[in-house]
Structure formats: structure tokens, C-alpha cells
């Protein structure tokens, strides 16, 4: 490690990048956008999946008046064949074998557009392949799904770019609707929002106009009340706006923030009364943004309220990820698993997988038996279930103090699906799961509101629990029964192999008993269950 260098944010990069392999495959795949370009770079094996190693964004515009002249820029296009160079020079340096790059909206419609695919080809040395509207929304809709159940649901996924907006429809993870629109946010505001503050009058308008042009797209009642996933830069800086709204560090860990209707629309509300400049300093909207977030907004506004939606969900993967998947046919996107990411992510940490998933079932039995003597809800079920999984990821940094860890890297974690909360709950369950316990001395735990640390206090009491009935890393607990009384809460466990012996295990779940205690109030005693 490099002097000076943050072994945290290091550690976070070997979690998310994971260290070079020679049996993995490194590919890449280019959006050509009509606001940005981007580069992935990911190496994939059968067995982890995908990991992006690197990433490369440039901002040509190439939708920059299209919507007027019907062609593409001079100066956009020698901007974008510049980016691409060097997005080529870094997938060279970076060993990739196979690289696919595709081109959206601007180049489609434009009038110039083949023309560029061949200046691409002539002066980067890159096929460009320029795509249609339905596999355009195929790709982005498989990106989504492999991070989101979308099983046992009906959902809508929006991409907005620059040029167009993509929505897809699913019910029970089956696709039943794929329309793409000129609804891109660069066009929107090169067509109403030109003036360096519009009136709020301006953007109603806009919102009127949008609205309409949606009505018309899809049947709206078919889809009232369906959940909405938003993918594109539009919904990466909402999210990260709102994270600085709701006082949360910014980053980058936006995947899977929850976005209530409300906050968009004062969001929207807010932006209409600044300038450029003034809205460049918002905290958590990119500067680059500055100009065309207002069009992106009101486009998310009307469909929030044309679907009647409570919230909208924050992909932070789109269009490259599912063309990533394409080119290895990793048909894992179909999975309904929404614990894929953590488990991806503790692998990447090099984590003690059989541990940490039999700790998830024994904290999971214990909550289903101790649920209502505690007084804890349903949904933090799932909260518990991230822990568990999650709970030993600070090992790739030091076993010392990897509870410490483990808070930090499920806190800057990009993949994992969790909102903002829910993050901070997960990791908090997490750092507790060994040593002192929650505590007023801990400002992260402190700063939550009452009913918050309730759940952390309850949560993490069960996860210490079962952590030391696996005290040996070994699978040797094979059932749990609790029974309680006035005076304590007796825990009985039985081996996975007849005769085996518990007596670590045992030790393990009696010595981090105290925080269970104090939620149940009552004396906890972890015992062996006469032998049948």
C-alpha cells in the first residue's frame, strides 16, 4: 500500500473490483449516449459474475440540436470520436478481450448518424453498432433485473437519457410493454427550458406537454400503482441530491435509494427558481447536469403521478450492464433472488460464505420465534437478513476491528440494493454484531431516531446470538427452540451430526447474549437440547 493511501477506500476497491485473475475473462462495453459516453470494463468467471474494474465517462452532447437540424454536431461528434479514443486506449491498458460498443438515440435518428458509425470506425478502430428502440429497452430492462426481484410484481423501468426515454413494462418479471419516446432530457430542454432560469410557468407547460405525450404511450391504468425503477443519470443525481437533502454522506452508493414522489416534486420545485450557475452548487446534482436536470425532473414527476407511484427506486445500472451480460449470456438476470448483490459482494471480500449464510438462518429462526416478545415489525426481517450476510465483509480489511470495517464498506458499497436508511441499519446491525454493543457514546447510532435504534438494538441482539452459535466457523448447530418465561429465555440447540459436540458454539452464543438481554429483559440462556 502506497503511503498516505486510505486502507478503507482501498479495501472498498478490492470489495468491489476484486484482485486480477488470470482464469477470468476482461471485457467491455460502450454506451454511446446522447448526453454521455461510457465505459465499463468488467471481468467475468462463471462463479462471481461480472465485476467492473473500471469505468469511463465523457459528456459530448452528440443530442445537441439534433432536435432542431435533424443531424449531428460537427463539434459534438470530433468531442465524442476524442472520448472514444480514449476510452479505447484505457480498454487496451486494462487487457480486454472482447469490446462492444453501441449507439442510442442521437445517432439513430440523425440524418448524419451512419456516417459517424463509419468516422468511428475509420478514426477509433471501433464497430459501432447503433441500436434499436426495443433492444434498447431489453438490454436496460435486463441491467434492472438482475439487481431488483422483479417476481410477484408489476413494475415499470424508465430510462431517460439524452435524446429518448425507454419504458418497460413487467408483470411477475415478464416484459408486457416496450415503447420508446423523444422524451430524452438534453432534447426536452433544447425544446422548452432554454432560458438560463425558465418560469415556473415554462416547466408547467412542459409538465402539460409531457403528460399528454405519456397518456398516449400506454394504457396509464394497466400500470397504476406499479413500482418504478429509474435507470440514467436523471435518476443517479436525484438520488444523490435527496441523500444530501435527507442528511446522509453523498458518494456514489445510490443504487436502490427509494425517492419519495413529494421529494421529487419539491426537488423540482426548488431547481425552477435558480440559475445554471446556482443549481451547479446543489449538493449531489453533477455540474454538468446543471442545465438539463429540470427537464429530467418533470419527466420523472409525470410519470410518478400518471402511474400513481409512491416512490421511485434508483438504478445506478443501465445499458452497458445489460450489454455486458449479453455478451457472456449470463442468464442469472432472470434470478429472483434479491440478496444476489450481497452475496456477490461478500464473495468479492473473500468472505467465509457457509458461515455467514447458516449465521442468516439461525438469526432468521430466532427472529420468527422472538419476533412479537420484542415488538419488531415484518420488514425488518429483510434487515436482519442483509446483516447476517454482510456482517464479516471488514475481514478483507483486518480481523481486527473488522466489525469497524464492515460499517464502512456496507456504507460505500456501490452494488448492494439498499436505500439510504436501510443502509445505515444494515451497517450499523453489522458493526455490533461483535464487542460493545449499540451505545450513546457512538455518534453513527445516536444521530438515528428512537424507533431506528430500537431496531438496531433488537436486530443486532439476534445476530450476536446466532454469530457465536457458529463460533467455529463449522455448520454444527442444526436446530434452535426457544422458550420464554417471566424470569429468562431459554435457547436450546441440537447438533447437525448426532452426538456432535457444541460446547464452543454454546460459549460463543451465552458470551454475546447481553444485548438480547436488554431487549427481552429478561436473563438468556443457550443450552443443548436433550439429546432424542
Same mark, same amino acid.
Given at each position: 500500500?502506497?503511503?498516505?493511501?486510505?486502507?478503507?477506500?482501498?479495501?472498498?476497491?478490492?470489495?468491489?473490483?476484486?484482485?486480477?485473475?488470470?482464469?477470468?475473462?476482461?471485457?467491455?462495453?460502450?454506451?454511446?449516449?446522447?448526453?454521455?459516453?461510457?465505459?465499463?470494463?468488467?471481468?467475468?468467471?462463471?462463479?462471481?459474475?461480472?465485476?467492473?474494474?473500471?469505468?469511463?465517462?465523457?459528456?459530448?452532447?452528440?443530442?445537441?440540436?439534433?432536435?432542431?437540424?435533424?443531424?449531428?454536431?460537427?463539434?459534438?461528434?470530433?468531442?465524442?470520436?476524442?472520448?472514444?479514443?480514449?476510452?479505447?486506449?484505457?480498454?487496451?491498458?486494462?487487457?480486454?478481450?472482447?469490446?462492444?460498443?453501441?449507439?442510442?438515440?442521437?445517432?439513430?435518428?440523425?440524418?448524419?448518424?451512419?456516417?459517424?458509425?463509419?468516422?468511428?470506425?475509420?478514426?477509433?478502430?471501433?464497430?459501432?453498432?447503433?441500436?434499436?428502440?426495443?433492444?434498447?429497452?431489453?438490454?436496460?430492462?435486463?441491467?434492472?433485473?438482475?439487481?431488483?426481484?422483479?417476481?410477484?410484481?408489476?413494475?415499470?423501468?424508465?430510462?431517460?437519457?439524452?435524446?429518448?426515454?425507454?419504458?418497460?413494462?413487467?408483470?411477475?418479471?415478464?416484459?408486457?410493454?416496450?415503447?420508446?419516446?423523444?422524451?430524452?432530457?438534453?432534447?426536452?430542454?433544447?425544446?422548452?427550458?432554454?432560458?438560463?432560469?425558465?418560469?415556473?410557468?415554462?416547466?408547467?407547460?412542459?409538465?402539460?406537454?409531457?403528460?399528454?405525450?405519456?397518456?398516449?404511450?400506454?394504457?396509464?391504468?394497466?400500470?397504476?400503482?406499479?413500482?418504478?425503477?429509474?435507470?440514467?443519470?436523471?435518476?443517479?443525481?436525484?438520488?444523490?441530491?435527496?441523500?444530501?437533502?435527507?442528511?446522509?454522506?453523498?458518494?456514489?452508493?445510490?443504487?436502490?435509494?427509494?425517492?419519495?414522489?413529494?421529494?421529487?416534486?419539491?426537488?423540482?420545485?426548488?431547481?425552477?427558481?435558480?440559475?445554471?450557475?446556482?443549481?451547479?452548487?446543489?449538493?449531489?446534482?453533477? !455540474?454538468?447536469?446543471?442545465?438539463?436536470?429540470?427537464?429530467? *425532473?418533470? &419527466?420523472?414527476?409525470? =410519470?410518478? %403521478?400518471? #402511474? /400513481? +407511484?409512491?416512490?421511485?427506486?434508483?438504478?445506478?445500472?443501465?445499458?452497458?450492464?445489460?450489454?455486458?451480460?449479453?455478451?457472456?449470456?449470463?442468464?442469472?438476470?432472470?434470478?429472483?433472488?434479491?440478496?444476489?448483490?450481497?452475496?456477490?459482494?461478500?464473495?468479492?471480500?473473500?468472505?467465509?460464505? !457457509?458461515?455467514?449464510?447458516?449465521?442468516?438462518?439461525?438469526? *432468521?429462526? &430466532?427472529?420468527?420465534? =422472538?419476533? %412479537?416478545? #420484542? /415488538? +419488531?415489525?415484518?420488514?425488518?426481517?429483510?434487515?436482519?437478513?442483509?446483516?447476517?450476510?454482510?456482517?464479516?465483509?471488514?475481514?478483507?480489511?483486518?480481523?481486527?476491528?473488522?466489525?469497524?470495517?464492515?460499517?464502512?464498506?456496507?456504507?460505500?458499497?456501490?452494488?448492494?440494493?439498499?436505500?439510504?436508511?436501510?443502509?445505515?441499519?444494515?451497517?450499523?446491525?453489522?458493526?455490533?454484531?461483535?464487542?460493545?454493543?449499540?451505545?450513546?457514546?457512538?455518534?453513527?447510532?445516536?444521530?438515528?431516531?428512537?424507533?431506528?435504534?430500537?431496531?438496531?438494538?433488537?436486530?443486532?441482539?439476534?445476530?450476536?446470538?446466532?454469530?457465536?452459535?457458529?463460533?467455529?466457523?463449522?455448520?454444527?448447530?442444526?436446530?434452535?427452540?426457544?422458550?420464554?418465561?417471566?424470569?429468562?429465555?431459554?435457547?436450546?440447540?441440537?447438533?447437525?451430526?448426532?452426538?456432535?459436540?457444541?460446547?464452543?458454539?454454546?460459549?460463543?452464543?451465552?458470551?454475546?447474549?447481553?444485548?438480547?438481554?436488554?431487549?427481552?429483559?429478561?436473563?438468556?440462556?443457550?443450552?443443548?437440547?436433550?439429546?432424542?
Amino acid at each position: 500500500m502506497t503511503r498516505g493511501q486510505d486502507p478503507i477506500a482501498t479495501a472498498a476497491s478490492t470489495a468491489e473490483h476484486g484482485p486480477p485473475d488470470p482464469r477470468t475473462e476482461r471485457i467491455a462495453a460502450i454506451d454511446v449516449g446522447s448526453n454521455s459516453i461510457r465505459l465499463s470494463v468488467a471481468e467475468y468467471d462463471a462463479h462471481r459474475g461480472l465485476r467492473i474494474i473500471d469505468e469511463f465517462k465523457d459528456q459530448p452532447r452528440l443530442a445537441a440540436g439534433v432536435a432542431g437540424t435533424g443531424s449531428l454536431d460537427d463539434i459534438a461528434m470530433a468531442r465524442a470520436i476524442d472520448g472514444l479514443k480514449r476510452m479505447r486506449d484505457v480498454a487496451e491498458r486494462r487487457g480486454v478481450a472482447r469490446i462492444r460498443a453501441v449507439a442510442t438515440s442521437a445517432v439513430r435518428e440523425a440524418e448524419n448518424g451512419k456516417a459517424f458509425v463509419k468516422r468511428v470506425q475509420r478514426e477509433v478502430g471501433l464497430e459501432l453498432e447503433v441500436i434499436d428502440p426495443e433492444t434498447e429497452a431489453n438490454l436496460s430492462y435486463r441491467s434492472v433485473a438482475h439487481h431488483f426481484s422483479l417476481a410477484n410484481s408489476r413494475s415499470m423501468i424508465a430510462d431517460i437519457g439524452g435524446g429518448s426515454l425507454e419504458l418497460i413494462g413487467a408483470v411477475n418479471g415478464l416484459v408486457e410493454l416496450t415503447t420508446s419516446l423523444p422524451l430524452g432530457a438534453v432534447r426536452l430542454n433544447e425544446t422548452w427550458l432554454k432560458d438560463d432560469r425558465p418560469t415556473h410557468k415554462k416547466v408547467a407547460e412542459l409538465r402539460t406537454w409531457i403528460r399528454r405525450r405519456l397518456k398516449r404511450a400506454f394504457d396509464r391504468h394497466e400500470w397504476q400503482n406499479a413500482a418504478l425503477i429509474g435507470s440514467g443519470g436523471t435518476f443517479t443525481n436525484l438520488g444523490r441530491m435527496v441523500r444530501a437533502r435527507r442528511g446522509y454522506a453523498i458518494g456514489e452508493a445510490v443504487h436502490g435509494e427509494d425517492v419519495r414522489t413529494a421529494e421529487v416534486e419539491q426537488l423540482l420545485e426548488l431547481l425552477s427558481t435558480m440559475t445554471t450557475s446556482e443549481r451547479a452548487e446543489v449538493p449531489g446534482l453533477n !455540474p454538468q447536469r446543471a442545465d438539463i436536470i429540470l427537464a429530467g *425532473l418533470a &419527466l420523472t414527476a409525470e =410519470l410518478l %403521478d400518471l #402511474i /400513481g +407511484a409512491r416512490s421511485v427506486t434508483v438504478s445506478a445500472f443501465g445499458l452497458r450492464e445489460g450489454v455486458l451480460l449479453d455478451m457472456v449470456g449470463d442468464e442469472t438476470a432472470l434470478s429472483a433472488d434479491p440478496l444476489r448483490a450481497m452475496r456477490e459482494f461478500v464473495d468479492r471480500c473473500q468472505g467465509d460464505r !457457509p458461515h455467514v449464510e447458516h449465521v442468516r438462518v439461525l438469526a *432468521l429462526t &430466532l427472529f420468527d420465534r =422472538l419476533r %412479537d416478545p #420484542i /415488538g +419488531a415489525d415484518s420488514s425488518e426481517r429483510f434487515l436482519l437478513e442483509a446483516a447476517s450476510l454482510l456482517h464479516d465483509v471488514g475481514q478483507v480489511v483486518a480481523y481486527r476491528r473488522h466489525h469497524r470495517h464492515s460499517y464502512d464498506l456496507i456504507l460505500h458499497a456501490e452494488r448492494i440494493s439498499l436505500t439510504s436508511r436501510d443502509r445505515e441499519l444494515v451497517a450499523l446491525i453489522s458493526r455490533y454484531h461483535r464487542r460493545k454493543g449499540p451505545t450513546k457514546k457512538h455518534h453513527e447510532f445516536t444521530r438515528l431516531p428512537a424507533d431506528d435504534q430500537a431496531i438496531v438494538r433488537r436486530l443486532s441482539g439476534i445476530l450476536r446470538v446466532a454469530d457465536g452459535l457458529d463460533r467455529g466457523h463449522s455448520s454444527a448447530v442444526d436446530r434452535v427452540t426457544t422458550r420464554l418465561t417471566k424470569e429468562q429465555l431459554s435457547i436450546k440447540v441440537s447438533p447437525r451430526v448426532p452426538g456432535g459436540n457444541l460446547t464452543l458454539e454454546i460459549w460463543g452464543a451465552n458470551r454475546k447474549a447481553d444485548v438480547l438481554e436488554k431487549v427481552v429483559g429478561r436473563r438468556v440462556v443457550v443450552d443443548r437440547a436433550k439429546d432424542v
